[in-house]
């Protein structure tokens, strides 16, 4: 079984531009989360989605932020304009329910780098 | 609101020798503890978890943590460390109730293995 796979594993770019980020969930996995870690900094919960709904988004920084999942398959968070203070790696995890008990398998990450 | 401890970015050990990775949590009801590891270039591996039941929980490659209440510590324990455990790992908790399942994580903490 193919675990949580995630698009770019790095990316560089300027102050400005935009980038998306995609993340494929564990098949049948109707709970999609993404994280960020920032350089130095603890790994910190955006928002979560359960199929094509957004079930908390508490983490999200600011509108800058747009976190999407079509059909409650994969997801794109995409960043518009991007800002030096968004570098960081952002992690995707899928678990197959949302009880605070279920296993939340992590994928290894984008490597966003804006200069 | 939840927090997670973990002192100190790194921890050196020789290779045999006991491997301890400590973590305390803050918060008004006891969470769910897990504790990750990721490899270089991997994404996030579960470990352990504990959420009800026996408070020593054993875990995958001969890890094992003991959830004391009294505590509030989650600390990472294995008896005789193994170069291939050279990796970067992390506590988090998770609320034990309400609806709501991010991971809260500490910083991590860096395990290297000495020859």
């Known amino acids: 079984e193919a675990g949580v796979t995630q698009f770019p594993s790095h990316s560089v770019i300027e102050k400005g531009q935009t980038v998306t980020l995609r993340c494929d969930p564990i098949s049948g996995h109707d709970n999609l989360y993404w994280y960020r870690r920032v350089m130095g900094k603890e790994i910190k919960f955006l928002l979560h989605?359960?199929?094509?709904?957004?079930?908390?988004e508490s983490g999200m920084p600011n509108n800058r932020f747009l976190a999407e999942r079509t059909g409650g398959t994969y997801s794109t968070l995409k960043v518009q304009p991007a800002e030096l203070e968004d570098s960081g790696v952002y992690f995707c995890?899928?678990?197959?329910?949302?009880?605070?008990?279920?296993?939340?398998?992590f994928g290894p990450g984008t490597r966003l780098t804006v200069l | 609101a939840q927090s997670v401890t973990q002192l100190g970015s790194h921890v050196s050990v020789s290779e045999g020798a006991l491997v301890l990775l400590r973590c305390n949590y803050s918060s008004s009801v006891p969470p769910y503890l897990f504790w990750y590891v990721q490899y270089p270039n991997q994404g996030l591996q579960l470990l352990l978890k504990y959420t009800t039941g026996a408070t020593l929980v054993k875990g995958i490659n001969g890890f094992e943590a003991e959830f004391k209440k009294s505590e509030t510590s989650f600390h990472l324990t294995k008896p005789s460390a193994h170069m291939s455990d050279a990796a970067e790992y992390f506590c988090?908790?998770?609320?034990?109730?309400?609806?709501?399942?991010?991971?809260?994580f500490g910083k991590g903490i860096t395990l290297s293995v000495r020859p």
């Open positions: 988090a908790v998770r609320p034990s109730t309400g609806a709501n399942s991010k991971l809260t």
């Open positions: 989605f359960v199929k094509e709904s957004k079930q908390d």
């Open positions: 995890a899928s678990s197959q329910n949302s009880l605070s008990t279920d296993t939340q398998y």
